[in-house]
């Protein structure tokens, strides 16, 4: 796996496998991966529908602990963290994109983005109008999640997700419920992040990656290979061909 002119990395995983028990049967969602997240640089992971692209995202993440091997957060491993303290790891160091946009029903845009900031102040606030108007739903902070679109919620969770300036936003498959215009619009947003932290984004398109600075290859559980964003887009035909 080529691993070549990589920036100082912000998070390591060394040989981190994933397994589900039942019975006598092992199934593996991740197998012996070893990678580098730079700091400061948007990555794309790609591979078929089963080759383990979000379970790497959430052992990354510290959501999932894997069955082997150890991640890393700037040096300090995962490994003898308990719950609570993952749990606050995520809230200072990390901003979540899921595939469902996970809204409180009872608060209204607005106020579901500020759930991401360390504090309800007027700059915080601030900072939502401006992401907001970045997103393209600046009109719509004062809207309960039962009134707006999928897309819009999933725009929501992107300033969300900005609001506590992660070091790392990990993003799942982020412009799925979107159209072509306000899916770049979202990874626009994402890709500026750089300047400020790293990015991680899971997807099955890669012309939302144009932007990326490398893209792993996932399959059969495996890291493949990085490549660029160019040849990302020549494998897609041969990844959907192997599910």
């Known amino acids: 796996m080529a691993t070549d002119d990589m920036s100082v990395p912000i998070i390591t995983c060394d040989a981190i496998s994933l397994a589900y028990f039942d019975g006598d049967r092992t199934t593996y969602a991740l197998r ?3 990678i580098e997240i730079p700091d400061r640089e948007v990555i794309g992971v790609m591979g078929p529908s089963g080759s383990g692209k979000s379970s790497l995202l959430y052992v990354l993440s510290g959501l999932k602990r894997p069955t082997s091997g150890e991640v890393s957060l700037r040096g300090r491993s995962f490994a003898g963290a308990s719950d609570a303290e993952l749990t ?6 990390f901003g979540f994109v899921f595939q469902q946009p996970w809204l409180l029903p ?9 759930m991401g900031a360390q504090a309800w102040d007027r700059r915080a606030a601030d900072q939502v109008g401006t992401y907001f108007t970045q ?9 309960l999640p039962s009134q707006l679109s999928g897309g819009e919620k999933q725009r929501v969770c992107v300033a969300r997700a900005m609001m506590n300036s992660p070091s790392i936003i990990f993003a799942d498959e982020p412009t799925a419920s ?5 899916g770049h619009r979202v990874v626009d947003l994402l890709g500026a992040y750089r300047d400020r932290g790293s990015v991680v984004i899971v997807t099955h398109d890669p012309e939302m990656l144009a932007d990326a600075d490398r893209v792993l290859i996932m399959r059969d559980g495996y890291a493949v290979e990085w490549v660029t964003p160019s040849e990302a887009r020549r494998a897609t035909p041969m990844m959907t061909r192997s599910k």
């Open 106 to 114: 009872w608060q209204n845009a607005g106020e579901n983005a500020l």
């Open 178 to 182: 979107l159209d072509h215009q306000n």
């Open 135 to 143: 997103l393209g739903i600046a009109d719509l902070a004062d809207k």
């Open 88 to 93: 606050q790891l995520r809230r200072e160091s």
């Open 32 to 34: 012996e991966v070893s």
